[in-house]
């Protein structure tokens, strides 16, 4: 089957592309790269990418057998997926979609969404072979608009790495950094430090991490992104005025772009970005994607909840989870206590859901790659 995937390749050589150009083509957030680098190795058979959403349905129904949608949180309130729908239905071919979530302040909140999305929700009750969901707010939201296709499956990122002990070396190493046997362990912080609602919290966790060796991923926006890449420091940008306010204490004055320089990192894809984690004792955030790809790395990750999408995603994957009204730590051990966190749990549970991503995958007609038709297997 040729496959139309909407996504970015996840090889793209994104050195040699402007930061604008590599951004837009990341979906304005680089977190997207964990999850297309994730569903484009499960997948095999010639493809092309779709990137931005700029295709012509003409030449998509012409030339493939099927659009896959690596999705993220395509239902929120603020957006309008009415261009997309319009064009998934002009294609007039079968739809995978994997991973879509709603967006919400907490799970069981009633969700408004835009004309054009609850199109795109019709689009994909009438075309959709089958959609993965992130959880069960997920698919009672689909369930509400008739759509019946649905399986909560979590992110498919969760099966980047499929060590079958993964989550009990996880489990293990975690104990270690939490508990203190690692002196001043590194840490790796994977959150969206531009959300001024969360200032407090993250003065907090800035406070308990700053002792430590550490580095930031920026994900979004662009201004951020743009800084972490080194290639340009706005310092009338808002967005950069805030960091200058968060991070205050760990700089010396005037000299904030370089703090910038030392301590924020981006990237443009999934591989360089979990083999720059393996080097950190712990990771810890807000951002599900970047936690995921440290996880993935077997590096010991700590995911703050703070909304429907990421308390959804952490409990049908169980992943070591707290919420980050919690965060009320004096050190960084105490966290270990909120966690109640299972490897074997885990593992159990991911090849679970692997057994049943792989049925829907090949329920489509398309080909599972053998590494993950093995993992699955096991169940």
Known sequence: MKIAFLGEDPHFRSALVETEDAYKRSGLNVGNHAFWNAVDSHIIGEREYLNNWGFNPSYIRDNFDIIVIPASNFLHPDRDLGALADKLQKTKLPLLVIGIGAQAPATGSKIALKEGTERFISVLKEQAVHITCRGNYTAEV?????????????????????????????????????????????????????????????????ELVCQNSFSVVCQNPLEIVKAARGVDYDKSCPHMQFQEKLWKNLYTPGKFEQFVTDKFITFFGANPWMEYSKKFDLSIGTRLHGNMLAFQSCVPSVFLSHDSRTSELVDIMKLPNCNIKDLEFTSIEEIYEKLNFSGVDYDTNRKFLAKKYVEIIESTGLTVAKALKEFSDEC
Not at 160 to 173: F, Q, R, Y
Not at 176 to 182: A, K, N, R, T
Not at 193 to 200: C, D, L, N, V
Request: net charge positive; proline share 3%; hydrophobic share 35%.
């Open 142 to 206: 689909l369930h509400s608009y008739g759509v019946k296709q649905v399986t909560a499956l979590g992110c498919p990122s969760n099966l980047t790495n499929l060590n079958k002990n993964l989550g009990a070396t996880i489990e293990k190493k975690l104990i270690s950094v939490l508990q203190g046997e690692i002196f001043e362990p590194s840490i790796l912080l994977n959150v969206d430090t531009h959300r001024k609602k969360f200032y407090a919290q993250y003065k907090k966790l800035i």
